[in-house]
């Protein structure tokens, strides 16, 4: 397809255990954003890639936090020991840079029990 | 102080009426600003993007930006009922040497006939 792709929509996971986001981002676009955004709150930075390199991974909140784009193309984010405070959705943006205009993903609604 | 401020609303107008959608930011070495539209379980979606003071219009839409004040706006004419969402105000803030498009909370806007 033409847009961002994100894989799951929805994911339920109980306290402990480990998770794989994925995000396919608009063919051709460098730049690649994960967001966390929780009810009722806009979404909150959490790293930045510009093709394979990670520029910018200041807003992961814990090292249970990890992300790559080990081709430039398709990202995953993972997180360990998942918490319930992890619960949230999961906003993947790509564009052709920084600067740009950024597409969003539909999401991947998380939920720790 | 958050980086990005937006005032979480809601906004009430009535059908036909302006509404003005207001954001503020910190960093005076911002180059872009974005607002989005997210309907309640939707992913944002971009409505305008702005780089240079003064006002941009795209049919309904006018965004105005005042770099000195940091200061950008959104202006809906003729608002209709299918408008109500909540308005993020994005903003690329820099980051070491990159931008990074940081978002408001948003304001939710109702639009009632």
């Known amino acids: 397809g033409a847009g961002v792709s994100q894989s799951p929509r929805y994911k339920v996971a109980k306290r402990g255990q480990d998770v794989a986001l994925r995000c396919d981002p608009i063919?051709?676009?460098?730049?690649l954003f994960w967001y966390q955004q929780a009810l009722g709150q806009g979404p909150e930075f959490l790293t930045y890639?510009?093709?394979?390199?990670?520029?910018?991974k200041s807003g992961l909140p814990s090292d249970r936090f990890f992300a790559e784009r080990p081709e430039g193309s398709v990202s995953t984010l993972k997180i360990q020991r998942t918490q319930q405070e992890d619960s949230a959705v999961y906003l993947c943006?790509?564009?052709?840079?920084?600067?740009?205009?950024?597409?969003f993903g539909d999401g991947t609604r998380l939920s720790i029990l | 102080q958050k980086e990005v401020e937006q005032n979480s609303g809601p906004l009430s107008v009535p059908e036909g009426a302006i509404a003005s959608l207001n954001c503020t930011y910190s960093?005076?070495?911002?180059?872009?600003f974005f607002w989005y539209r997210q309907y309640s379980g939707k992913s944002p979606e971009l409505i305008m993007f702005i780089y240079s003071n003064g006002d941009k219009e795209d049919g309904r839409f006018t965004a105005q930006l005042n770099k000195a004040s940091q200061y950008v706006s959104l202006l809906i004419r003729d608002s209709q009922p299918s408008d109500s969402a909540t308005y993020l105000c994005a903003v690329s803030l820099t980051s070491g040497g990159s931008y990074i498009p940081t978002f408001g909370r948003g304001t939710s806007l109702i639009v009632h006939p």
């Open positions: 960093d005076r070495g911002s180059q872009s």
């Open positions: 943006a790509s564009s052709s840079d920084s600067n740009q205009p950024q597409h």
């Open positions: 890639f510009q093709n394979e390199a990670q520029l910018d």
């Open positions: 063919s051709g676009h460098v730049s």
